[in-house]
């Protein structure tokens, strides 16, 4: 079956940087668009980033454009989410999630395959 596996997170101080790391499993990983979202405590999903596949195009929050770099690694299975510069507000389970053969999307709706989700907290 599909699995979408993250790890890389924990506890960072503000102005820290973590890598975010994601493997896909049980899919043809190169048919897929990836993207990360992120969920803080009493909110909604959020989209932080996405990549096409291949990695030729790449889409951004406002919110972490500049700090944050997606990227992928076919030959392994895995996407990656490189933060840096963190910020409190940057505090969240994050999620990445695959998407078929269309191209990324800044949508949660828009993606089939979920991960469990890792836990970044960046402290002031």
């Known amino acids: 079956q599909v699995q979408l596996v993250e790890s890389g997170g924990g506890l960072v101080q503000a102005g820290g940087s973590l890598r975010l790391s994601c493997a896909a499993s049980?899919?043809?990983?190169?048919?897929?668009?990836m993207g990360w979202f992120r969920q803080a405590p009493g909110k909604e999903r959020e989209f932080v980033a996405a990549?096409?596949?291949?990695?030729?195009?790449?889409y951004y929050a406002d919110s972490v454009k500049g700090r944050f770099t997606i990227s992928r690694e076919d030959a392994k299975n895995t996407v990656y989410l490189q933060m840096n510069s963190l910020k409190p507000e940057d505090t969240a389970v994050y999620y990445c999630?695959?998407?078929?053969?269309?191209?990324?999307?800044?949508?949660?709706?828009?993606?089939?395959?979920w991960g469990q989700g890792t836990q970044v907290t960046v402290s002031s």
């Open positions: 999630a695959s998407r078929f053969r269309l191209g990324p999307s800044l949508s949660s709706d828009h993606y089939g395959y």
């Open positions: 049980g899919l043809t990983f190169t048919s897929y668009a």
């Open positions: 990549i096409s596949r291949g990695g030729g195009s790449t």
